[in-house]
């Protein structure tokens, strides 16, 4: 019985390394890119503190890779996938996610004292088929951070939903 179980924790640990190993030729994939087509990184894997979750752990934020593209600066999230059959590789990219790097860009924002500079959202997908070469695809402005901004009811915002 143990042996079996150590198979299957074997297994798991390959697959993990494996995609780990596949998101990290991504992002090398990624940057590479960003370069050619005029991108000049600041850092790549910027991970801070971010804040606490509801059971008050810890919670760690990463930006992939960051950028300036001219005079504005870009948080690049990079997506790897080796097939994109059954969902594009964009659809990673969730409002939880995209909420993440909100919080960890402004950390990274407060921290540099960055203030009168644009800056924007940005994704970089990467196929990697097993047996072709891979694709790289640019989306620049993906998402806005005022798309998460707390707003306030009004007393008229109601009718619009009666």
């Given at each position: 019985m143990s042996e079996n179980l150590s198979i299957i924790y074997d297994d798991s640990r390959a697959a993990a390394n494996s995609t780990t190993a596949l998101g990290e030729r991504g992002e090398r994939l990624a940057a590479e890119y960003l370069t050619k087509i005029g991108f000049r990184t600041v850092i790549t894997n910027f991970k801070v503190p971010v804040g606490r979750n509801s059971k008050g752990v810890s919670v760690t934020g990463e930006i992939d890779i960051v950028a300036l593209d001219g005079d504005t600066l870009?948080?690049?999230e990079v997506k790897t996938r080796r097939s994109d059959e059954f969902t594009p590789v964009i659809t990673a990219v969730d409002l939880k996610k995209q909420r993440q790097?909100?919080?960890?860009?402004?950390?990274?924002?407060?921290?540099?004292?960055?203030?009168d500079i644009d800056f924007r959202y940005d994704v970089v997908t990467v196929l990697m088929p097993k047996y072709a070469e891979p694709t790289v695809e640019l989306i620049k402005g993906f998402w806005i951070e005022s798309k998460f901004r707390k707003q306030s009811w009004s007393n008229n915002a109601w009718y619009d939903f009666v």
């Amino acid at each position: 019985m143990s042996e079996n179980l150590s198979i299957i924790y074997d297994d798991s640990r390959a697959a993990a390394n494996s995609t780990t190993a596949l998101g990290e030729r991504g992002e090398r994939l990624a940057a590479e890119y960003l370069t050619k087509i005029g991108f000049r990184t600041v850092i790549t894997n910027f991970k801070v503190p971010v804040g606490r979750n509801s059971k008050g752990v810890s919670v760690t934020g990463e930006i992939d890779i960051v950028a300036l593209d001219g005079d504005t600066l870009c948080f690049i999230e990079v997506k790897t996938r080796r097939s994109d059959e059954f969902t594009p590789v964009i659809t990673a990219v969730d409002l939880k996610k995209q909420r993440q790097i909100i919080r960890t860009a402004k950390v990274y924002r407060r921290m540099f004292g960055i203030r009168d500079i644009d800056f924007r959202y940005d994704v970089v997908t990467v196929l990697m088929p097993k047996y072709a070469e891979p694709t790289v695809e640019l989306i620049k402005g993906f998402w806005i951070e005022s798309k998460f901004r707390k707003q306030s009811w009004s007393n008229n915002a109601w009718y619009d939903f009666v």
